[in-house]
């Protein structure tokens, strides 16, 4: 995989993440309780804690799918508190990746098509559009299920059709909210594959998971979240 032009505007270290005093409430609960945090370019990041413990809160902080309730989320330089819904959509569309567990594919859309049109809605044109989504497929080794509907693909075709999506306007930053969570071991060891190798050309990488196994092949740091805080960050030795 190449990916040069990609990481050409970020220098290494530059802070691509910045969360300060981060709360965020929904009616009584707390799902944020005061968390900073920093994550540099470059860097590959594992977020690991109990069920409830305000992980996809975090993410969600963090590419502007949702606000804080008081604190500040600034990402490559800009703050999103700044900006309307118009700007964070705008942000988020072009600056941030982002996969799920359970993948969140258009089922009426072939895998080709999926994949295009997160370029389509940042104003590539089509022909373009499709033009690197299959590259990407291609370099994700899919390409030949191109055409195929996301009912009849694997969880791991799925799973690798959402991370070409995510990379289609070459994110500043990748999420991934337990990619491997609805995949058997052999699937999901393939994601963590792609995923370590795509932060091995550059790409930060935020993710979430429960397995601290694969968060150790993965990530260079672990931050453990419990209650809605940060309760331990250290570095990781990559294994293998
Ligand atoms: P995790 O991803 O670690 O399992 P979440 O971030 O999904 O945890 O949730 C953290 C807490 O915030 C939980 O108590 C959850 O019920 C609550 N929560 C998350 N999203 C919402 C929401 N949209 N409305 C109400 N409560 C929410
Ligand atoms: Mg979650």
């Known amino acids: 995989m190449t990916r040069t032009e990609d990481t050409g505007d970020l220098a290494a270290d530059q802070v691509v ?8 409430e929904f009616g009584e ?22 069920s409830g413990c305000g992980k996809s809160t975090l993410l969600n902080m963090i590419a502007g799918l949702d606000r ?11 703050d999103l508190g700044a900006l309307d819904e118009t ?36 104003g590539t044109p089509a022909r373009q559009a499709r033009r690197r989504a299959l590259e990407l497929l291609d370099e994700l080794g ?9 009912a009849v693909l694997s969880g791991g075709e799925r799973q690798r059709v959402a991370v070409a999506r995510a ?42 998971t429960h ?3 694969l968060a150790a092949r993965c990530a260079s740091r672990l931050v453990e979240f419990s209650d809605g805080r940060v309760a331990r960050e250290s570095a990781l030795e990559r294994t293998q």
Do not use: H
């Open 17 to 24: 993440v910045r969360l300060a005093g981060v709360r965020k």
């Open 29 to 50: 609960a707390v799902a944020l309780d005061g968390v900073s945090l920093e994550i540099r370019a470059g860097e590959a990041v594992a977020v690991m804690g109990p």
């Open 68 to 78: 804080p309730t008081t604190g500040s989320v600034t990402v490559l330089g800009e």
């Open 87 to 122: 700007g964070l959509a705008l942000f988020r569309r072009r600056r941030i990746g982002m996969v799920f567990q359970f993948f969140n594919l258009i089922d009426d859309l072939p895998a080709l098509d999926n994949v295009a049109l997160a370029a389509q809605l940042t």
């Open 142 to 150: 899919i390409a030949d299920r191109r055409n195929a509907y996301p």
């Open 167 to 208: 990379l289609m306007n070459r994110p500043a930053l990748l999420l991934a909210d337990e990619p491997t969570g609805a995949l058997d071991s052999q699937a999901g060891e393939q994601v963590m594959d792609l995923l370590i190798d795509l932060n091995q050309i550059g790409q930060t990488l935020l993710l979430v």
């Open 211 to 213: 397995d601290r196994r």
